[in-house]
């Protein structure tokens, strides 16, 4: 899980307008980024015709095209322009998030922005600016947390391209990041972070399930059930200490017995870890715990709402989109903005 390349973070720019006056310059930076992207797109059928078309590309790009229309007849997953075209950035990560906490609570320092709300990440387009952002945060005492990502989201406002960062990791990898972004797209409730990530994955998770039964391809199936079975056990680990030090940071002791309890807690995690790992374990802290219940906090209840419906996605995409339902499923942690 930490060592993981972070999933996909969103990005709004058709509020860049409204904006200005609050973030103007982060979003123009986030603009410029998206241009970039958008001079880059190529169409895929367009690839696919040429024949200079590198072997391993165009087979990532039938691929794609074969798992996006999967998507749409199977899992009522949007039929519009994205992951219709392809993108080399020349880079390895689409993106870097930065994720921040105080150093004795568990409420994620917030971004907020018109439309998309507020979310609990700030991305970068490169290593170097998010890295010099999170060193600000920690001289002012922020936990920190720099996470790269494989693809991002304009929830549908762009024609999102399939990048060349997407590619090389697998083939149901690349299928579960199309149908993980793709759900954004089918349903996002502004503000709501640990809803929105912990829905897209579900979807991600079902549908790469139902992908991967009905291409034939059991033994893909089951190693990448076990690669899942094998994450969720660090998951599971890492929202036990994040439990732990919630009860623990409540309590409101000094900062010097504070101190010392945390460093214990992640003493404990790291051990644990490496122990199921038999390798190191980067920066634990409170941002780590943030940025894995961003993702996971919530999927259990999402999960379980999902099979009391029979696996109907297109009735479960229908009931989230009750504000009440969500919140009987994922409850508000009530984080606080960034100022």
Not at 2 to 25: D, F, H, K, N, Y
């Amino acid at each position: 899980m930490l060592t993981e390349a972070c999933r996909c973070p969103r990005l709004w720019l058709p509020a860049i307008a409204l904006s200005l006056p609050l973030s103007g310059c982060h979003l123009l930076y986030l603009a410029a980024g998206q241009l970039e992207v958008n001079a880059r797109r190529q169409p895929i059928p367009a690839l696919l015709q040429r024949a200079d078309t590198d072997a391993a590309l165009r087979a990532g790009l039938e691929y794609t095209a074969r798992a996006r229309e999967f998507a749409l007849t199977e899992l009522a997953l949007p039929d519009n322009g994205s992951f219709r075209s392809y993108a080399d950035l020349g880079r390895p990560f689409a993106t870097w998030n930065v994720f921040a906490a105080p150093e004795f609570s568990l409420a994620p320092r917030r971004w907020c922005w018109p439309i998309a709300g507020c979310v609990a990440y700030r991305g970068y387009f490169t290593e170097e600016h998010a890295r010099r952002y999170a060193a600000g945060l920690a001289r002012r005492g922020w936990d920190v947390q720099v996470a790269p990502a494989l693809a991002w989201s304009t929830l549908g406002h762009f024609r999102d391209p399939v990048l060349n960062t997407m590619l090389g990791h697998g083939e149901p990898a690349l299928a579960a990041m199309l149908f993980h972004e793709l759900a954004h797209q089918r349903l996002w409730a502004p503000g709501e972070n640990d809803f929105n990530e912990a829905f897209a994955t579900v979807v991600e998770v079902e549908g790469l399930r139902r992908w991967l039964h009905q291409a034939g391809q059991p033994d893909e199936l089951a190693s990448w059930l076990a690669a899942r079975a094998s994450q969720q056990h660090e998951t599971e680990l890492l929202l036990a200490t994040r439990a732990r030090l919630e009860r623990l940071y409540a309590e409101a002791d000094e900062p010097s017995r504070l101190r010392t309890a945390r460093t214990s807690e992640f003493t404990r995690l790291r051990r644990e870890l490496e122990s199921g790992r038999g390798a190191p374990v980067g920066v634990l802290n409170n941002a780590v715990l943030v940025a894995v219940a961003t993702y996971d906090r919530c999927g259990p209840a999402l999960e379980a709402e999902l099979q009391e419906l029979g696996g109907d996605l297109p009735a479960f995409y229908a009931r989230l989109g009750d504000a009440a339902v969500r919140s009987r499923l994922c409850p508000d942690q009530r984080p606080a903005r960034a100022r």
